[in-house]
């Protein structure tokens, strides 16, 4: 490991996890209750990122409650959907969902699929297009703990080409691009956006990039489709009226689909 002046770019690749085997193994985490998920062979999840998952009436009643996720002052539930996948709530951020798929790869789940909003940096994408990430630039911290410092990290092609087969499928306009992961709420100031439009990014968010270095880390699989809830300009902002529990309610669906249409890793 080189030491630099920047702590972040240190990458040291020390794969040593007795520390959190040892946490998890002590009974620190009820996993007991993934017994049912484990049983049923179950090796997907669809990691919800947006509000009101209560009102999505034709997902829910085919969900089963097993498990809360517990970040600080947060508790998410996770369920068994229709006994074929997990649907697991996530707070906003890398560092939580990094922390919800290491407790969820720990009991054998080894796809995962986000869903969530973003804010479009571009004002020629039309709001109603779905953004699949290919790509997604690396201005947050938590992937720099899973990969070697680089400028942008890869979602899993496989699961890039699910989802554009699944929304095809449903007739949901989309678009593959790269977007830009940002963990400062307010810190996306007109310089910092431009550059990274210059870089190729059409939009904004908080999540891509940590899950899909720590999924790269661990061969896994990631893969993710956002939608459009506001457009961020360099002086102004604006939000996206939108029908949002239909459109979160397609993006579900569209989700599982996909997931459940990759074979189950080894």
Same mark, same amino acid.
């Given at each position: ?34 017994? @049912? ?20 009436? #034709? ?94 990290? #890869? ?15 449903? @007739? ?25 439009? @210059? ?16 999924? @790269? ?50």
């Amino acid at each position: 490991m080189k030491i630099t002046d920047a702590p972040i770019l240190e990458f040291d690749d020390d794969d040593n996890h007795a520390a959190i085997d040892h946490f998890f193994n002590q009974g620190k985490k009820d996993f007991n209750s993934f017994k @049912k998920a484990i049983n049923l062979g179950i090796d997907g999840c669809i990691v919800f990122l947006s509000r009101a998952f209560n009102l999505l009436t #034709e997902i829910t009643p085919k969900c089963e409650k097993i498990y809360e996720f517990k970040s600080a002052n947060t508790v998410s539930p996770i369920y068994i959907y229709d006994n074929k996948i997990l649907i697991a709530l996530s707070p906003l951020g890398g560092p939580a969902t990094a922390n919800l798929i290491e407790e969820l790869s720990f009991v054998g789940i080894k796809k995962f699929f986000a869903l969530g909003t973003c804010g479009c940096i571009r004002p020629d994408i039309d709001e109603n297009l779905f953004i699949i990430p290919t790509s997604a630039i690396r201005d947050e911290g938590l992937s720099y703990h899973y990969l070697p410092p680089s400028r942008e990290v #890869e979602t899993t092609p496989e699961a890039v080409r699910a989802l554009a087969k699944s929304l095809e499928k449903r @007739k949901m306009p989309f678009t593959f691009a790269k977007v830009w992961t940002c963990d400062a709420f307010y810190r996306e100031t007109p310089i910092r956006t431009e550059r990274r439009r @210059k870089e190729g990014a059409i939009a904004v968010e908080m999540e891509c990039a940590s899950m899909a270095a720590i999924v @790269k880390h661990k061969g896994l699989t990631f893969g993710q489709v956002l939608y459009i809830s506001d457009y961020v300009q360099d002086n102004s902002w604006r939000l996206r009226v939108y029908d949002r529990i239909k459109l979160r309610t397609e993006l579900t669906l569209a989700c599982i689909d996909a997931c459940l249409s990759l074979p189950k890793n080894k």
